[in-house]
């Protein structure tokens, strides 16, 4: 998969940019073409001799030392590279280009690539840690920055935790399969919904849940990355659309009911990952409601089952619900697996602290109507998202088989 392949490595100044030559190495064997970035951090660890020698590239070093005068040095590299790593990634080069810092070599040719990119951090646990490093970890993954995440075990500072350079091995495998992945989905047509939805009482008050977004929006990333042609149905959320996808915002259930509909039987694939409000005010009252007495009641009637309705239409497409539960979580997932007439259901106890809403991670149980269990300890939504396309790859078979 990375034979031909045009590779931008920067490398940044910490202990672990030894292995950045063994990952120049293996990317060369690869078939790749490797064109090395060394910041002035990286050339006090690792010479750029040992790089020209294995990848038999120039290696750059300064954003000024324009060797070709006919062109723009960081620009044309930029232009060049299929995919940009940056192996290893301290914090300094990681605040730098969420933050849009431009003052070196690396740092101009990333502003400047179109290339997607990889980053591999390596550092002390507590600098991994740290609020503003995750912070901008979280900046770049949602412009569309893919992570090799570190390892655990013991660090040069003398610390133990998470902070180890992912190996040249384990990187070299994870971007062979990205590269793999784009593949799986191709040709195939994904919808899925994402969020909560709001039911207006009146001008200034609505009903809704704690959904935030991030699962059904890392789902139709990940699926588009796998080259699906993907509808994002989009309850009131504050996040980017992934690049490639086709969003549609809605607010009540009523709209995401008609408009599923509507895009249901083009569909191959259907995730309903939303969290609908399954009620909504029988009166939408227009002006604001004043206090009356010490108590009030609001009659609500019921919000159509969108997953329901989906299971009772369902002709050839894969039909994939979420379960948001606190307790018997597995009992009440395989029990509305068969009632909405699924093919897999998505399971999380919503109760347990770190995960499920608004939190970037989760854990699940993934069930399927062949009787497949697929558990997926605590891990970010995208790794979720993941493991399930891949299952769903699996199951319908992939295009060109």
């Not at 020698?53 to 005068?69: K, M, W």
């Not at 299929?82 to 300094?92: G, Q």
């Not at 609908?276 to 009030?296: F, G, H, I, N, W």
């Amino acid at each position: 998969m990375l034979a031909n392949k045009k590779i931008v490595l920067g490398v940044t100044g910490g202990i672990a940019a030894y292995k950045a030559i063994a990952l120049t190495s293996k990317l060369s064997q690869a078939g790749a073409v490797v064109q090395v970035i060394l910041t002035e951090g990286a050339q006090q660890f690792v010479t750029p001799l040992s790089f020209q020698a294995i990848s038999r590239q120039p290696v750059y070093l300064d954003t000024f030392d324009e060797l070709d005068p006919k062109k723009i040095q960081h620009i044309d590299l930029a232009d060049w590279a299929d995919l940009f790593i940056i192996a290893p990634a301290t914090a300094n080069i990681i605040g730098k280009y969420a933050n849009g810092i431009a003052d070196d070599m690396l740092s101009t040719t990333l502003l400047a690539t179109k290339a997607p990119v990889y980053i591999a951090p390596a550092m002390n646990v507590d600098m991994y840690q740290h609020p503003a490093v995750q912070h901008n970890l979280d900046i770049l993954a949602k412009r569309g920055v893919q992570f090799v995440d570190p390892n655990e075990g013991y660090l040069a500072c003398g610390y133990t935790g998470k902070g180890r350079l992912a190996e040249p091995e384990e990187i070299v495998a994870y971007l062979e399969k990205k590269l793999t992945q784009k593949k799986l989905l191709a040709g195939k047509k994904l919808l899925v919904t994402a969020g909560p939805t709001q039911e207006q009482v009146d001008p200034v008050r609505y009903l809704t849940n704690y959904s935030s977004g991030k699962m059904g929006f890392a789902i139709a990333e990940v699926a588009a990355n796998m080259g699906a042609d993907v509808t994002l149905i989009a309850g009131p959320v504050h996040l980017p659309t992934p690049n490639g996808v086709n969003r549609v915002d809605i607010i009540s259930t009523e709209e995401m009911y008609q408009t599923v509909l509507e895009q249901y039987p083009d569909q191959d694939i259907v995730i309903k990952s939303a969290a609908v409000s399954d009620y909504r005010p029988v009166t939408q009252y227009k002006e604001k409601l004043k206090k009356q007495a010490e108590r009030m009641t609001l009659e609500l009637e019921r919000n159509h089952d969108i997953l329901k309705t989906l299971g009772e239409q369902k002709e050839r497409q894969y039909l994939v619900g979420f379960a948001a539960e606190t307790n018997d979580v597995k009992h009440y997932g395989q029990e509305k697996l068969l009632k909405k007439n699924l093919d897999a259901i998505v399971i999380n106890d919503v109760s347990k602290e770190g995960i499920g809403f608004g939190s970037d991670n989760n854990e699940v149980l993934i069930l399927t109507k062949d009787g497949t269990e697929i558990k997926v300890d605590q891990t970010s939504k995208v790794a979720i998202a993941n493991h399930l396309l891949n299952h769903i790859a699996d199951q319908i078979g992939v295009e060109g088989e």
